[in-house]
């Protein structure tokens, strides 16, 4: 279950694999889950200081200069570990929305601090109506004077809101989307924990009181908001693929070594034939997520879809990956001693992260009917 991987490619794996072995045994991924923060500041530096932060910033704004393709191999390898933390929202949210946009003067004031790890940004996008449309978002922009403008509103499960130090909030303003960076302690920002099924994961809710921005913190419009969720719905392909692969290896060495009636259950049809089908509904979404990672890279036409598709594909065989596990284990496999209910926790909260199945079915459907 596995593409050839460039030399490049191949080392970020393999320094991604052996960094999660020595910070990220289970054992510390279960304490983490009760850390305000998702992961403690040390464990955050220790992947900041590899580098891959900056992986999606290009090289002549001081990054590596890669595509998702990339950063996606190390999220594989961080979803494989169940690593918890900020560095997903951080990596392909907050960096790309501060390093691709036009604002030299916020780039120069936060990125290297974001690509370093020493500060976070987030991206508060979702509404009370679930993913907005260009025209369907209600949290406003309204005049504040020359160049100045309030925002007044709410925003609903924002990724790791809580440590963040700053926001990148889509706002409607009078002439479409605009995307404007936040300071989370300015005057009016008024932030809500939300918990998650996945423990390891952070929500929160954002309510803007009449908070005052300018131009000067302006990030960009609604094609800054399109690009950033395209390498972040890659990214959740991407974990959920992998994680997906790590509860099928589990599975498939319990039920070679679980005896019952004195022959592994394994040998079983009803057991054999689910995992069969598991195996090719794994291979599927991981053919549409590499492909997606392809086509965002690359410009594609059909990125749209793409990546529509492999987020549907991807997220539905972890959580298919999980519940036939669940089956094949029994009553114990849901148990706090075996690691599958870590794995189904986070596959209920990939389905709905930056949005539902729903809305991504919406994409596809549209898209084929040229709507």
Request: with cysteine.
């Amino acid at each position: 279950m596995s593409a050839t991987l460039s030399e490049e490619g191949r080392m970020l794996r393999e320094s991604a694999a052996a960094l999660c072995g020595a910070e990220f045994p289970i054992e510390r991924v279960r304490a983490m889950a009760d850390d305000p923060d998702g992961v403690s500041a040390e464990a955050y530096r220790a992947l900041a200081t590899q580098g891959w932060l900056a992986i999606l910033v290009p090289e002549e704004r001081g990054g590596l200069g890669l595509g998702i393709t990339e950063l996606a191999i190390v999220l594989e390898e961080l979803g494989k570990a169940l690593v918890p933390g900020p560095f997903f929202s951080a990596a392909t949210l907050g960096v790309p929305a501060v390093a691709l946009s036009a604002n030299d003067g916020l780039r120069q004031a936060w990125l290297e601090d974001l690509t370093g790890g020493g500060r976070r940004v987030t991206l508060a996008l979702l509404e009370d109506a679930g993913l907005p449309s260009p025209g369907g978002l209600a949290l406003s922009a309204e005049s504040a004077g020359e160049g100045r403008y309030s925002l007044k509103g709410e925003k609903r499960f924002v990724p790791d809101l809580l440590g963040a130090d700053g926001i990148a909030v889509v706002a409607r303003g009078r002439q479409g989307p605009v995307v404007f960076l936040l300071d989370a302690k300015a005057p009016g920002v008024w932030i809500e924990e939300n918990r998650s099924v996945d423990s390891a994961s952070r929500y929160g809710t954002l309510r803007l009181d009449g908070v005052t921005v300018a131009d000067s913190d302006v990030l960009g419009d609604w094609t800054l908001v399109e690009r950033i969720l395209a390498y972040a719905n890659v990214g959740i392909a991407a974990i959920a693929v992998a994680s997906a692969e790590a509860v099928f290896a589990q599975v498939v060495a319990y039920v070679k070594q679980r005896v019952q009636f004195g022959v592994p259950i394994g040998t079983f049809q009803a057991v054999q034939h689910p995992l069969a089908n598991l195996f090719g509904e794994i291979e599927s979404a991981r053919s549409a997520y590499l492909y997606s990672a392809w086509a965002v890279d690359r410009g594609s036409e059909d990125q749209r879809r793409a990546v529509a598709l492999a987020r549907l594909t991807a997220t539905a065989a972890y959580r298919h990956a999980c519940t036939t596990s669940l089956q094949a284990h029994g009553g114990i496999g849901f148990t706090w001693e075996y690691d599958l209910h870590l794995h189904l926790k986070r596959a209920l909260h990939l389905q709905n992260l930056l949005g539902g199945a729903e809305d991504f079915e919406e994409v596809i459907a549209r898209d084929a009917l040229g709507i």
